[in-house]
Every structure is written in structure tokens, then in C-alpha cells.
């Protein structure tokens, strides 16, 4: 059974930064794709990252240049890395792990920023 945990949310001042992590059980080379994505309240889910097996990222235009998706097979973790952050940054952040057709989701850190 996958399972993804996410930590390092919190409450943090506009302009400030927090690393988000996403420990995966077991390899992390096992996904296809591994994913950051965010839901504020009263909002649908939204993507922030994706990176690839292959290291390709891909970014949301609301987040480009201000995060940084990076991943650690040895620790098999993936990472999230914020700076800049606005009030409208505020969501729970969400991990998820796709292989092939079937995605895995954490659940979840909270991210508030305050003005």
C-alpha cells in the first residue's frame, strides 16, 4: 500500500518561505510522476508542481519562480521549496504519486500565509 505524509506547513509572513516534504513509502522511483497540489478554501484543488522520473518539471503560472519542486530517490522524498509567499497562497497542499493509471494521494499539510 503507497503511502505519501506530507509536513512542513504552517503559518508563516507574507514574503516568507517554507520547504513542504512528501516522504513516499517504499522506492520513490516505483512513479511516473510525483505532484504537488494545493486546495484553498472554497476552491477546487489546483496543480502547483509536477516533476517526472525523468526530472522534467512543470509549474503553475500563479507559482513560477517562486517554487521549486525537487525530489531525493535516496530518501525518497519529494520536495517542495516556497518563497515569496502571498496571502492567496493560503491552501492545504497536497502530495499525490502517479503510476501509470493509478494516482495516491497524502493527506495533506496546511499552508496559511498571513498579510
Known amino acids: 500500500q503507497v503511502q505519501l505524509v506530507e509536513s512542513g506547513g504552517g503559518l508563516v509572513q507574507a514574503g516568507g518561505s517554507l520547504r513542504l516534504s512528501c516522504a513516499v513509502s517504499g522506492s520513490l522511483s516505483r512513479f511516473n510522476v510525483m505532484g504537488w497540489y494545493r486546495q484553498a478554501p472554497g476552491k477546487q484543488r489546483e496543480l502547483v508542481a509536477t516533476i517526472t522520473s525523468g526530472g522534467n518539471t512543470n509549474y503553475a503560472d500563479s507559482v513560477k519562480g517562486r517554487c521549486t519542486i525537487s525530489r531525493d530517490t535516496g530518501k525518497n522524498t519529494v520536495y517542495l521549496q516556497m518563497s515569496s509567499l502571498k496571502p492567496e497562497d493560503t491552501a492545504v497542499y497536497y502530495c499525490?504519486?502517479?503510476?501509470?493509471?493509478?494516482?495516491?494521494w497524502g493527506k495533506g499539510t496546511l499552508v496559511t500565509v498571513s498579510s
Open positions: 499525490k504519486a502517479t503510476r501509470f493509471a493509478s494516482d495516491y
